[in-house]
């Protein structure tokens, strides 16, 4: 058996393999977050009180299609993290009820940031950017 890669190694866990799988898990879970909202408030009460189905016609399979590939992103963000299948599920799941994208979103990005992200133990501090010693940012 071989041991799992190391989050620095550069596995489907390091660092920066995260990093962009959250990112990508950030912006779909907006997308798709915002399409349900047009979707129910806006679309469904035009469709059944007004008559007009062109909304629901319209974003209805854009937000089908941005499900799956919401699916695909969390799955993809759950399993490089390691997280449970229960909290993976629950996660998927939060695309659909309007409005528990943009929660679940917001935990699962604290979660990974606290948990996968976060600077390990006896690691150094980034030097700083704008090229300043470390005696002079400290003044």
Do not use: Q
């Not at 399979?61 to 993976?88: E, K, M």
């Amino acid at each position: 058996m071989t041991p799992a890669p190391s989050r620095i190694a550069g596995g489907r866990s390091a660092t920066p393999a995260v990093r962009a799988a959250l990112l990508r898990y950030r912006v779909i879970a907006y997308v798709v977050g915002v399409g349900l909202i047009l979707l129910v408030c806006v679309g469904m009460p035009l469709k059944y009180a007004g008559d007009n189905d062109a909304v629901v016609a319209t974003v209805g399979p854009i937000h089908g299609v941005l499900y799956v590939v919401y699916l695909a992103c969390a799955f993809d963000l759950a399993s490089r993290c390691r997280l449970s299948l229960p909290r993976t599920i629950m996660i998927m799941l939060a695309g659909t009820i309007p409005f528990l994208s943009f929660v679940a979103e917001r935990w699962v990005s604290a979660l990974v940031r606290r948990e996968h992200l976060a600077e390990p133990a006896g690691a150094k501090p980034a030097r700083p950017a704008t090229g300043e010693t470390a005696e002079a940012s400290a003044r």
